[in-house]
């Protein structure tokens, strides 16, 4: 059962354009979502996160929208840039009793720059 | 700023044999985060710890299990390995989760 729902197996982006990489999820009692970036031979990168009382949350060139409603969530990078290239997770979180936020991820989005 | 190191950082197993992977996390960090990452899939919840206590576990056998050091270090260990083991193995440290868990690079074990 995927809870957490990446269906862009892949996506390219012209240099200096818009990246918007899509997450759905089904799970209601997820609080917290978050997007992570990785690189080959690396672990995943923390980028930007979101609480679920917000709708959006911009840092830098990242921006990651919340429609709790329809359950998805989308990050938006702008300009891209060739450094960007990377496969991009969502991930969502969920508090339990004892504080424990497992982290549940999609499958992951590669983006591609074009210079 | 040391981040989340893992050890050893590649490793090679039979089948059948048990192994053990190494995680420090950032210093201040308690908590202790274990995830398999097979080819072509997201990375899998197995293990959280948070003061020396399990806090969680994901739907993994028995054969998995883990512990954490008063140092808050942790280790993972696998017993009666199978090819299917075979992944890249991810220890992340946070102080919670809207923090933003920090990921180590990975200890790659290939099951032969």
């Known amino acids: 059962d995927q809870q957490v729902k990446q269906n862009s197996p892949s996506l390219s982006v012209q240099e200096g354009r818009i990246s918007i990489l899509n997450c759905d999820y089904t799970n209601s009692m997820f609080d917290y979502f978050l997007w992570y970036k990785k690189y080959p031979a690396e672990g995943p990168t923390f980028l930007i996160s979101?609480?679920?009382?917000?709708d959006k949350n911009e840092d830098g060139r990242f921006t990651v929208f919340l429609n709790k409603s329809a359950k998805h969530l989308s990050l938006h990078i702008v300009p891209s840039q060739p450094g960007d290239s990377a496969v991009y997770f969502c991930a969502a979180a969920g508090l339990s009793n004892f504080g424990n936020e497992k982290l549940t991820f999609g499958t992951g989005t590669r983006l591609t720059i074009i210079p | 700023d040391a981040g989340v190191t893992q050890s050893p950082t590649h490793l090679i197993k039979t089948r059948g044999q048990h192994v053990t992977l190494r995680c420090s996390p950032i210093s201040g960090h308690k908590s202790v985060s274990w995830y398999q990452q097979v080819l072509g899939q997201g990375p899998q919840f197995i293990f959280q710890?948070?003061?020396?206590?399990?806090?969680g576990r994901g739907n993994f056998p028995d054969r998995f299990s883990a512990r954490q050091f008063p140092n808050y270090s942790s280790e993972l260990n696998v017993n009666a390995l199978l090819l299917g083991d075979s992944a890249l193995y991810l220890c992340?440290?946070?102080?919670?989760?809207?923090?933003?868990?920090?990921f180590g690079s990975g200890t790659r074990l290939t099951v032969v």
């Open positions: 710890y948070y003061e020396k206590e399990e806090r």
């Open positions: 979101i609480s679920s009382i917000k």
């Open positions: 992340a440290s946070s102080l919670r989760a809207a923090y933003g868990y920090t």
